[in-house]
């Protein structure tokens, strides 16, 4: 297992919800920027949402998912949640959980070129 580890993919029929985990491994955990990102078959991997420790920061979501998904993070358990509801078919793909190493950074990047720490992904497929 490294330095991530995604878990709570899985099947979904349209409509419905699924709340994806990660386990963070990198230390100190506070120091980094953590976000989700997804590959759909056939597509260029694609942000989804990212979280900063400091409270101040506001999460930053990928402007198609606004409302739908929601990103969280526990300092306590060294996790990061993203909630997704009403799911489509359009949401199927493999989702991974990135880390951005910015001890002293409060901007969170959309572009998987700023983070260095990857998880394996989990499958997430929307269907009937």
């Known amino acids: 297992q490294g330095p991530l580890a995604e878990s709570g993919g899985g099947l979904v029929e349209p409509g419905g919800s699924l709340r994806l985990s990660c386990t963070v491994s990198?230390?100190?955990?506070?120091?980094?920027?953590l976000g989700w990102f997804r590959q759909a078959p056939g597509k260029q991997r694609e942000f989804v949402a990212g979280i900063n420790s400091r409270r101040s920061v506001a999460p930053k979501y990928a402007d198609s998912l606004k409302g739908r998904f929601t990103i969280s993070r526990d300092s306590a358990s060294n996790q990061v949640y993203l909630q997704m509801n009403d799911l489509t078919p359009e949401d199927t793909g493999v989702y991974f959980c990135?880390?951005?190493?910015?001890?002293?950074?409060?901007?969170?990047?959309?572009?998987?070129?700023?983070?260095?720490?990857w998880g394996q992904g989990t499958q997430v497929t929307v269907s009937s």
């Open positions: 990135a880390g951005d190493y910015r001890p002293y950074g409060y901007s969170v990047s959309d572009s998987s070129e700023h983070y260095d720490q």
């Open positions: 990198l230390s100190p955990f506070n120091a980094y920027i």
